[in-house]
């Protein structure tokens, strides 16, 4: 039986990419789903790597498995660095992506294409079944934030943030081109190379 990695997140969006980007290593993959009822952790971090490693901490301490955790988000710079790691609660709690873009886009409505530079930042944590964070990594893809959203593709800021380099947003792009640029995939990097020497002996409780 191949050796289990949770992976703890709750958004459909990022657990498929996580799993495109782990799916080549000998582990089982499981998300929160597929554990029993878990409280969720509470994102009170000020950073991308503090709330990753919280996360982290906490499903793995509840769940008895090795736990791998992502927090990532958009900073615009004109925005001084908003939306943060408040992105996904931009416009509050439970706002869908299609709002948290509408009120991006009104308040860099006036500035020109060279004042819309932004970047998306991952922070990937994992920790043991006894919630020690073993490995921290960041991951960030800079870019800039387009005048409308476009693309049908990926989730949360992707229809609006165009990667450095290319002339479509993420959401335009195909996912093999999206995950060999993107900030989830540098941070992921470092992670990868971490789970691969790293014996996972835990099971579900």
């Known amino acids: 039986m191949a050796k289990q990695l949770l992976l703890a997140t709750r958004n459909e969006g990022k657990l498929r990419e996580l799993r495109e980007l782990l799916?080549?290593?000998?582990?089982?993959?499981?998300?929160?789903?597929?554990?029993?009822?878990?409280?969720?952790?509470?994102e009170a971090g000020e950073t991308f790597g503090e709330n990753a490693a919280l996360k982290a901490s906490g499903y793995a301490r509840q769940t008895g498995l090795v736990t791998l955790s992502d927090d990532s988000g958009l900073e615009v710079e004109a925005l001084g660095g908003a939306p943060g790691v408040r992105s996904a609660?931009?416009?509050?709690?439970?706002?869908?992506?299609?709002a948290r873009i509408e009120r991006l886009l009104a308040?860099?409505?006036?500035?020109?294409?060279?004042?819309?530079t932004a970047r998306f930042v991952s922070a990937i944590a994992i920790a043991n079944p006894e919630g020690v964070v073993l490995s921290t990594s960041i991951g960030i893809c800079a870019g800039r934030i387009?005048?409308?959203?476009?693309?049908?593709?990926?989730?949360?800021?992707?229809?609006?943030f165009i990667p450095n380099g290319y002339e479509q947003t993420f959401a335009e792009l195909d996912s093999d081109t999206k995950n060999r640029i993107s900030?989830?995939?540098?941070?992921?990097?470092d992670a990868r190379n971490f789970l691969i020497n790293l014996t996972i002996t835990s099971s579900p409780r």
């Open 23 to 42: 799916g080549d290593l000998p582990l089982a993959l499981i998300d929160l789903g597929e554990v029993r009822a878990v409280n969720d952790v509470l």
């Open 183 to 189: 900030h989830r995939t540098h941070a992921l990097s």
């Open 146 to 160: 387009a005048f409308t959203a476009s693309g049908a593709s990926g989730f949360g800021y992707d229809p609006i």
């Open 89 to 98: 609660r931009y416009v509050g709690k439970g706002a869908s992506d299609a």
């Open 107 to 116: 308040e860099l409505a006036t500035l020109d294409g060279g004042k819309r």
